[in-house]
Antibody, heavy 130, light 107 residues
Framework: EVQLVESGGGLVQPGGSLRLSCAAS????????MSWVRQAPGKGLEWVAN????????YYVDSVKGRFTISRDNTGNSLYLQMNSLRAEDTAVYYC???????????????????????WGQGTLVTVSS | DIQLTQSPSFLSASVGDRVTITCRAS??????LAWYQQKPGKAPKVLIY???TLQSGVPSRFSGSGSGTEFTLTISSLQPEDFATYYC?????????FGQGTKLEIK
């Protein structure tokens, strides 16, 4: 069974740091891009970051650039999100998700991909408050 | 950034009804659109990807359509377990973005 389990959430003061982890099982972790998505209390979903299979490329939403770092350990089948300089507006449930893709044109090496997120972990709550 | 506008934001319907949710993108997204269902206190789960492909295990009463900048999620005959919040997401370019969500409630 494909499974993602987040951990590391908790209460932290503004300006503090926290490291989230996501343990992956049931699939070949090193074959997939991975994502972090967050959801503030009572609000909608916000994509946070993506990381390539080998960790060589990362992408972030503007609001976390320079403060958050996504990383992975393919040997240990784990995804991480290092969060520094935390703000009240970072308070949210953080989900990790696997990026599943299908090549748009299998005959082209440089073809783009259609992607979707599946599955998602159960989430871990981060609360930034004094 | 690509903006996704979902409508309606709230929908009240009855068991057996047919409902449609619309997601409009601010620019073309090459059908790189997914729909998710989220129930209270649970993680989202994918229903539809590549705009119209039904995820394995999802009931056939769910369907997706559209192209270019306008997409729809249709539930052909609402079941009690379908009352939830639905989100569209574009994965064509960074930053990936979500619609604001449609909360489907029992009438």
């Amino acid at each position: 069974e494909v499974q993602l389990v987040e951990s590391g959430g908790g209460l932290v003061q503004p300006g503090g740091s926290l490291r989230l982890s996501c343990a992956a099982s049931g699939f070949t972790f090193s074959n997939f891009w991975m994502s972090w998505v967050r959801q503030a209390p009572g609000k909608g979903l916000e994509w946070v970051a993506n990381i390539k299979q080998d960790g060589s490329r990362q992408y972030y939403v503007d609001s976390v650039k320079g403060r958050f770092t996504i990383s992975r350990d393919n040997t240990g089948n784990s995804l991480y999100l290092q969060m520094n300089s935390l703000r009240a507006e970072d308070t949210a449930v953080y989900y990790c998700a696997r990026v599943v893709g299908k090549k748009i044109d299998p005959g082209q090496d440089d073809s783009g991909w259609w992607d979707w997120l599946d599955p998602w972990g159960q989430g871990t709550l981060v609360t930034v408050s004094s | 950034d690509i903006q996704l506008t979902q409508s309606p934001s709230f929908l009240s319907a009855s068991v057996g009804d047919r409902v449609t949710i619309t997601c409009r993108a601010s620019q073309g997204i090459n059908n790189n659109l997914a729909w998710y269902q989220q129930k209270p206190g649970k993680a989202p789960k994918v229903l539809i990807y590549i705009a119209s492909t039904l995820q394995s295990g999802v009931p056939s009463r769910f369907s997706g359509s559209g192209s270019g900048t306008e997409f729809t999620l249709t539930i052909s005959s609402l079941q009690p377990e379908d009352f939830a919040t639905y989100y569209c997401q574009q994965l064509n370019s960074y930053p990936y973005t979500f619609g604001q969500g449609t909360k489907l409630e029992i009438k």
